[in-house]
């Protein structure tokens, strides 16, 4: 599957010495969906992959960057977060620390210093988080409006969100705004209708919390369809806080994604494993929520497809950090290494319906991550370390 090395144009650089290489392709080395090749080399022309395979076979090229027996894989693909907003919730983390639960309306608070942000504040925000996500490895990062919920302050967030991703998502149905608590059908035909507008020449994805004091079933499915029928592509926030009906609508309209998947009965881990909606699951929050780890072990072996993501806000996972979300994968939620780091990279690009990242292979884009360790097993066997290295983006070292 490799292209020849005649193909292959001397200006471009050979990164070498590579001690092991996730391709995430499993017709590649070892065989498993992680396409694992030993003592590797990757070849990258201009902002594509050109060439993997064993360094002794690799090209010759211009540019030579000697890794020096560190493993590399494909740059993370975050599919969920929430970072258009301005101040934190570092008061509710205290108090849940001492013992309060979470509970969604946390979220009035980020919203109230949200509408009071200026749009270069909003936009510093976005960019400092990004940031920081590239730093420890992330090369796509999906975000959502959702603390704005009026007509100006959606349109507002994913217009400024729109500068920094390509992966932009409409939230207006976060939780019922403030200003419309008492009437929530009047806030429902809101977002379908002027918000919906406003905001879907900005967006390629719709979503929903679809949770106990937030949107139903039904609410949700009218969004969700809303949406749809304005070609933004659903994605659910289903399942976080209680059993509800947010994986089986998901299924249901085919949206690329269900994410959290908390509480699933054994019906809810059918449907997705019989569906191509990926099970995108976010640990960040459990973690800071103190709340019962998702079962990735069970989605997994009932067939599902899985994506880890940081679910990156301020009130309920205030991570930017997938190493982080990887190590807990492994420790508490029954995923191997090998499982968390596929579901980091190709889930999360299932996640989005992208077939372009997530994997190293001829014609994707050259997303990588240098790790200063030999194999991707040790972001989880040496947690909190900050073993990223280096990061290439479309071709291009950023980090
Ligand atoms: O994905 N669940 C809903 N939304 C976010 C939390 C937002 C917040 O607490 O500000 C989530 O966990
Ligand atoms: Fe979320």
Redesign the pocket.
Known sequence: PATTNSAVAATATVITNIASLVTNDPSLGDGTPLGLIQDAAVVIDGDRIAWVGEKSKAPATDNRLDAGGRAVIPGFVDSHS?LVFAGDRTAEFNARMSGQPYA?G??RT?VAATRAATDAQLDANVARYLAEALRQGTTVMETKSGYGLTVEDEARALRIAARHTDEVTFLGA?IVSPDHADDPATYVALVTGDMLDACAPYARWVDV?C?KGAFDGDQARAILTAGRSRGLLPRV?AN?LTHGPGVQLAVELDAASAD?CTHLTDADVDALANSATVATL?PG?EFSTRAEWPDARRLIDAGATVALST?C?????FTSSVPFCIALAVRDMGMTPDEALWSATAGGAAALRRTDVGRLTPGARADLVLLDAPSHVHLAYRPGVPLVSQVWRSGRRTV
């Open positions: 929430h969604a946390g979220i980020t976060h919390f949770e926030h976080q959290h976010l929050a679910d806000n301020p009130g309920s996972s």
